[in-house]
């Protein structure tokens, strides 16, 4: 990998790639050029109808729907091999799907035990999954591969939609780093913790809420899906960094 890692013609898997912050990153990369694997974990038709999109809108790059459930250790390894084997190859993993359930957050009997299993095995164990599955293909590529992780800011606060999603996502970013760490020289591992962005997900959250992040940001601004997307293109065409979180959230949290 030399400077000017240029996406043009890379293979890209998204997951949770179909809505979201999800359809936000799968335009960017489909902007710079690459190919696209749209991961979905239901909804088949608003996959289908973002591939046509991004077809129409893109004409010379390839775009593939396919489903899986990466809370599960085969579908991620199956979503791995399908991408590889439609594309031709993998270059990017964006981790991008994510999982949780909306509680009190102190309150220790909101979640159940599968609750807690459900945001881990989604939020944290995917992660693993997916790169274990690429790594040998990246390993194998001439420029390497890169995994990027979409944590949150709630895994550095101690606050969020539920305790369960804090954890995880903290841990999270711990296994970036430990990924990072012993991956290496050929495969990189970034993450991307967003704010409170106002996607059909971030809408759950009461408006009282939603004004009050809008007011803790130093730029007095909603965050967009596609700002938390252009971090995932600079992790990706970045090759000097590896191990790092970049913080998306209008300086509600600033830190050395």
Not at 24 to 45: C, M, P, T, W
Not at 86 to 105: E, H, I, P, R, Y
Not at 117 to 145: E, H, M, Q, R
Not at 148 to 168: E, K, N, P, Q
């Amino acid at each position: 990998m030399g400077y000017g890692y240029e996406l043009a013609g890379r293979n890209v898997l998204v997951t949770g790639g179909s809505r979201g912050i999800g359809e936000a990153i799968s335009d960017r990369f489909a902007a710079q050029g690459s190919n696209l694997i749209l991961n979905y974990v239901s909804n088949k038709e608003r996959a289908d109808a973002l591939k046509t999109k991004l077809l129409e809108k893109y004409p010379t790059i390839k775009v593939v729907a396919i489903q899986a459930d990466v809370g599960k250790k085969e579908e991620c390894e199956n979503l791995v091999k399908q991408s590889i084997e439609a594309l031709g190859g993998l270059d990017v993993v964006c981790s991008n799907a994510g999982w949780t359930k909306f509680a009190q957050f102190g309150d220790l009997d909101a979640l159940s035990e599968e609750d807690w299993d459900k945001c881990y095995a989604v939020n944290v164990k995917a992660n693993i999954w997916l790169l274990n599955a690429a790594k040998s293909t990246f390993n194998a590529n001439p420029d390497g591969g890169s995994l990027i992780i979409c944590s949150s800011i709630a895994g550095i606060t101690t606050r969020g939609s539920s305790m369960a999603y804090a954890v995880s996502k903290s841990a999270s970013l711990h296994l970036m780093r430990c990924l990072a760490a012993s991956q290496g020289p050929k495969i990189r591992v970034n993450a991307v913790c967003p704010g409170l962005v106002l996607t059909e997900w971030g809408d759950l959250f009461p408006q009282a809420i939603k004004d009050a992040y809008i007011e803790a940001t130093q730029t007095k601004k909603i965050i967009e899906a596609e700002d938390v997307a252009d971090a995932f293109i600079f992790c990706a065409k970045n090759v000097a960094m590896t191990g790092q979180k970049i913080v998306i959230d209008g300086g509600v949290i600033i830190q050395p």
